[in-house]
């Protein structure tokens, strides 16, 4: 199983920029895909963005296309996850995700801890 430590949370005001990041170990890093998902309080954790073993192929939610930028640094074992033009409605905590690709938690085997994005108006 891989491990996942995410970083890069914050306050931003409206409008604003964040990137999150998030580091992998325990396997080879190219042996894999990642993800981000995210879960608002009373909220179920929805699919954000994945990418693929190579980064040559990406998804995202709808919700966040045109804002969100999902990419990944084999040299450094890290995920990123650039968010631009946040709005309120992207506070939340923030995970990264590990060996699985979909829009389900289910199709995914590995979990970060998770990192507070909170988007004030």
């Known amino acids: 199983q891989v491990q996942l430590v995410e970083s890069g949370g914050g306050p931003v005001q409206a409008g604003g920029s964040l990137r999150l990041s998030c580091v992998a170990s325990?396997?080879?890093?190219?042996?894999?895909?990642m993800g981000w998902f995210r879960q608002a309080p009373g909220k179920e954790r929805e699919f954000v963005a994945a990418?693929?073993?190579?980064?040559?192929?990406?998804d995202y939610a709808d919700s966040v296309k045109g804002r969100f930028t999902i990419s990944r640094d084999s040299a450094k074992n890290t995920v990123y996850l650039q968010m631009n033009s946040l709005k309120p409605d992207d506070s939340a905590v923030y995970y990264c995700a590990a060996e699985g690709w979909g829009v389900t938690i289910a199709g995914w085997r590995s979990w970060g801890q998770g990192t507070q994005v909170t988007v004030s108006s």
């Open positions: 990418t693929s073993r190579s980064g040559g192929r990406t």
């Open positions: 325990g396997r080879t890093f190219s042996g894999y895909a």
